[in-house]
């Protein structure tokens, strides 16, 4: 038996990766055909730089085999030197679509600590916007070259469902639970919301996660929300002012809009996100596919640099300062103190109680299949996705999970693949959508 047999079984390395099969799919063109695999993947492209020749190299004797020969004569401190070379991005100036909410966190911090130019972005600058439906818009015609979005807007977009069908991968999630239901003052008591027909309610979005939480909140209660309550989309900017005038009796969406409202009498928190769906992802780092086969390297500098802020600020030990740095005209435009009480988890409910919420906030960037599967049973019990979804691979062509595990562990951080989803004390079981759909008495389907 030749020595490489004696290595893998069914593709897989002594190492404990699976090489072939990683290869293939990068030959074969599927959602994740640029990633970069490690040391591996750095010591193929360090010796094979021309594409074509690679990809021949790779079809003729396969990248296990190859390695492996390679890693016989090589020293493992020279794989991994290579490993951390940093490819110079084809386009040093990009274009980056931002929403001022909380969610920017890593996207500013990003930049604040240097981490776009430390990886080759030289020249980044922001595109800010209150509305998630501009910014869809933006990087579809390629105006920007990445963006924050709302999540599930890169699943719908990639569905062609209220756009032109374009596929959109999460490359990381900005942050987890960082929203809350808002009401407006007049409602102080009445906080039941079997009480609220007649409500109108204002979200960023009508695809958007707040969209969809707060119809699953409101359908838990018995109110159905397509005749009960009405929905009106206000850009992240505008809550407030819609809520003290009248125009909407409470809204759903990210902070500091809930906290603003706090700080400027219009409004009480009724609800912290956390506390319907704990870990819920609301807005994602994204980019169309296309663009990252035609940019791989601008690609992984601007994955790696937001995913060095994400792992930085989820640390509350480094959170001191940060809310200075958001609250900037440049960036969220809010006062400081509204800021700090969502970034520290200490703050005023509106209803004249102090609370400390210590992970009222998160920011976890790892991109979980399970997420995007339960917002897509969402999307079609409300029909506003129609026929046969095939949601387990749609999930995996979206959400870049492998690549935000690559990227994480060289930081040295481990995600929590296997995580479960409990929405509202009820665990969602990925593997079965169409049952879970049909087990609520309030839907469109």
Not at 70 to 80: N, T
Not at 136 to 145: I, P, Q, S
Not at 345 to 353: C, I, P, Q, S, V
């Amino acid at each position: 038996m030749a020595a490489n047999e004696t290595k893998h079984t069914h593709g897989t390395c002594s190492c404990g990766a699976n090489h072939d099969a990683r290869e293939a799919r990068w030959l074969n063109g599927d959602g994740e055909q640029v990633m970069s695999n490690g040391v591996e993947q750095a010591l193929l492209h360090g010796l094979f730089p021309d594409p074509t020749t690679r990809r021949n190299v790779l079809r003729a004797v396969g990248a296990g085999v190859l390695l492996d020969a390679l890693s016989s004569f090589l020293p493992i401190d020279s794989l991994k030197a290579l490993a951390q070379e940093r490819p110079v991005p084809e386009k040093s100036d990009i274009q980056i679509g931002m929403i001022p909410i909380t969610c920017a966190t890593p996207l500013v911090m990003a930049e604040h600590l240097g981490h776009f130019k430390k990886n080759g972005l030289t020249g980044v600058k922001f595109f800010k916007t209150g509305a998630p439906g501009i910014i869809r818009d933006k990087l579809l015609n390629g105006e920007l070259d990445l963006s924050q979005q709302v999540m599930p807007v890169p699943i719908t977009v990639s569905m062609g469902a209220g756009s032109v069908a374009d596929l959109t991968n999460v490359l990381t999630i900005q942050n987890q639970h960082g929203s809350s239901l808002v009401m407006a003052m007049k409602h102080k008591d009445n906080r039941d919301p079997e009480n609220w027909r007649g409500f109108r309610f204002g979200v960023p979005f009508e695809q958007s996660q707040h969209a969809l939480v707060l119809r699953y909140f409101l359908a838990e209660h018995g109110i159905d929300p397509d005749n009960d309550v009405s929905f009106r989309v206000v850009p992240a900017t505008e809550y407030v002012s819609n809520l003290r005038t009248g125009n909407i009796d409470g809204f759903y969406g990210g902070e500091p809009g809930g906290q603003r409202a706090v700080y400027e009498g219009a409004g009480y928190v009724h609800t912290l996100s956390r506390d319907l769906w704990e870990g819920h992802p609301c807005c994602a780092f994204t980019a169309r596919a296309a663009w990252i086969k035609q940019y791989p390297n601008t690609f992984l500098a601007a994955y790696r640099s937001v995913v060095e802020a994400s792992v930085f600020v989820s640390e509350p030990a480094n959170r001191t300062g940060i809310a200075a740095i958001l609250a900037k005209p440049e960036y969220l435009n809010q006062p400081e103190i509204v800021v700090e009480q969502v970034i520290s988890g200490k703050y005023a409910d509106g209803l004249g109680n102090v609370l400390e919420v210590k992970d009222r906030i998160v920011f976890n960037p790892y991109p979980h299949y399970s997420m995007a599967i339960w917002f897509m049973t969402q999307l079609k019990r409300w029909d506003m996705i129609k026929g046969d979804i095939n949601y387990k691979e749609i999930a995996e062509k979206v959400m870049l999970a492998t690549e935000a595990k690559a990227r994480m562990a060289e930081l040295g951080v481990v995600p929590d693949a296997n995580r479960k989803e409990v929405i509202m004390g009820r665990t969602f079981d990925p593997s079965k959508p169409e049952e879970y759909i049909q087990s609520f008495k309030i839907r469109r389907v």
